[in-house]
């Protein structure tokens, strides 16, 4: 039997992920919306995709979570995007509700799957859908940090002239503006980024990163960006249904790694069939330290305003 992943909410970055699942053929897919007939379309033409991907794969629309049942992941991208001028904060209680109908609606018929959040703000989303599905903490993952790397190393490739797929990078942290992109860590090929940019150069693209969604947001007025976070979230969603043990940055739960305990905040993530494996510790500069902690305080500061 295929894999089977449901991605909840139909929206840019749902559609998108149910599209990019499909064409890989990692899994049949079943896309879901409390908007009538919106998943159904956009699952039907995306199967009509199939013959010329040449992929064996089913995907289904619904507005019922009976089709749902018996999923190997699910994926929550519902809720409000983030508009021009508001920050990712804003979305917070709104999306609280959204994430709790959505994981009290899907756990019990699939009390197998692992949860991968998207929604924003996401590490804070991962929190909420953990308790409200209270399965093991290392079935519960938040995207963000793949993300986060992908624009930082974007910007390297671009700023080098070099393919995009020989920079190698790691950002930490929350998926917000204290996100902690790690030049010591970030590589071409193999060669450290300070044999390469000068600080002043690497200084300006983390500057960039950091604000990588708000810049998409201004670009596109209405909505937020959705290609990159669904190709993030494929590949999370493949490293899991392959058992890949690939080392990706991924909002997991800390009990104790980098001092740290009793949130979900981005940190190297080894990710196989079981979820979060394991969780790397990097040997962090002072600084790096710093900027971790005041990033997981952040965290921590936004789900306190929660009412739990
Ligand atoms: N149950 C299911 N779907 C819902 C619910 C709900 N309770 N509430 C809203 N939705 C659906 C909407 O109907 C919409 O189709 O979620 C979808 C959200 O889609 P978009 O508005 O296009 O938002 P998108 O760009 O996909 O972003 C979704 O991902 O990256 C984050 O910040 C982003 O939090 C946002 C999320």
Known sequence: M?????????????ATTALMLSQAGIADVVLYDIAEGVPQGKALDITEATPLS????????TNSYDLTAGSDIIVITA?????PGMSRDDLLHANTRVIREV????AGLSPECIYIVVTNPMDVMTHIAWEACGFDYRRVLGMGGILDSARFRTFISMELGV??????????????????????FTTVNGIPIAKLLSAS???????RTRNGGAEIVSLLKTGSAYYAPAASTVQMARAILLDEKRILPCAAYLTGEYGIQGVFVGVPVLLGRGG???ILELPLTQDETTAFAASVEAVRAMLDTIQR
Do not use: Q, W, Y
Request: charged letters at 20%.
């Open 2 to 14: 295929k894999p089977k992943v449901t991605v909840i909410g139909a929206g840019n970055v749902g």
């Open 103 to 106: 994981v009290t609606c899907t």
């Open 79 to 83: 809720g409000f995007p983030r508009k």
């Open 276 to 278: 979060a494996e394991k």
């Open 201 to 207: 150069r690497t200084s300006a693209l983390i500057e």
């Open 163 to 184: 393919s995009p797929a020989d920079v190698n990078g790691m950002v930490l942290g929350g998926h917000g503006d204290l996100m902690v992109p790690l030049p010591n």
């Open 54 to 61: 040449g992929r064996s794969v089913s995907c289904r629309g």
